[in-house]
């Protein structure tokens, strides 16, 4: 019962995000009509979106031996990126959960604290070609770091992650993207949409 209730959680935050998406890519294309995001210097970004986080903490190791199923983790995530060079990127960003860490152990939910984590890092636009006129699209991928703030146990540890990521208009964006945390044996799928400056 209580997991048919964490899924039911998990769908209608997914499709809360996924309404604003729309009506956010909505609003942009009727506003940026004879705006051109092909000829502006992007210089910094900052957006706001969901990562799910499917956590295997090498603590946990004992209940995972026992358990057939992790279950994803929700985290509200910050990300600001600002761009020196044409194609380099020095990307910040901050994850915080908004629920805890659940495992599915013999047929029983059990949850354990997911700790929020902040992180930096270089990422590199290996892909981009035009949509049309107004629109581009883009492949980034690169090494970062991250710090999982648990107060004393805090670590650091190295990820690599990606996105694909549209550009509309000026200043319009999504992204769609993905990452692994060493160390942590994290697998993270993230979303959001943003703006540029």
């Given at each position: 019962m209580v997991t048919v209730r964490?899924?039911?959680?998990?769908?209608?935050?997914?499709?809360?995000?996924?309404?604003?998406?729309?009506?956010?890519?909505?609003?942009?294309?009727?506003?940026?009509?004879?705006?051109?995001?092909?000829k502006k210097s992007i210089h910094f970004e900052m957006s706001f979106g969901q990562s799910l986080l499917f956590i295997s903490n090498s603590e946990l190791i004992n209940l995972h031996n026992t358990s057939n199923i992790i279950l994803p983790t929700s985290a509200y995530l910050f990300f600001m990126e600002f761009r020196p060079e044409k194609k380099v990127s020095v990307p910040v960003f901050f994850n915080?959960?908004?629920?805890?860490?659940p495992f599915?152990?013999?047929?029983?939910?059990?949850?354990?604290?997911?700790?929020?984590?902040?992180?930096?890092?270089?990422?590199?636009?290996?892909?981009?070609?035009?949509?049309?006129?107004?629109?581009?699209?883009?492949f980034e991928i690169g090494p970062l770091i991250t710090m999982i703030l648990d107060?004393?146990?805090?670590?650091?540890?190295?990820?690599?992650?990606?996105?694909?990521?549209?550009?509309?208009?000026?200043?319009?964006?999504?992204?769609?993207?993905?990452?692994y945390t060493f160390g942590v044996s994290t697998l993270g799928l993230l979303y959001g949409t943003g703006t540029v400056f």
């Open positions: 964490f899924n039911r959680h998990i769908i209608s935050a997914n499709l809360v995000i996924v309404s604003l998406f729309l009506a956010t890519i909505n609003k942009a294309i009727a506003s940026d009509k004879n705006k051109d995001s092909l915080l959960p908004t629920e805890a860490k599915l152990v013999n047929g029983v939910l059990v949850y354990e604290k997911a700790s929020p984590s902040i992180g930096t890092g270089l990422e590199f636009r290996l892909i981009q070609f035009k949509l049309d006129s107004r629109s581009k699209i883009a107060g004393k146990r805090s670590q650091l540890a190295p990820i690599v992650a990606g996105r694909i990521k549209i550009m509309r208009g000026e200043n319009f964006i999504m992204y769609i993207g993905g990452s």
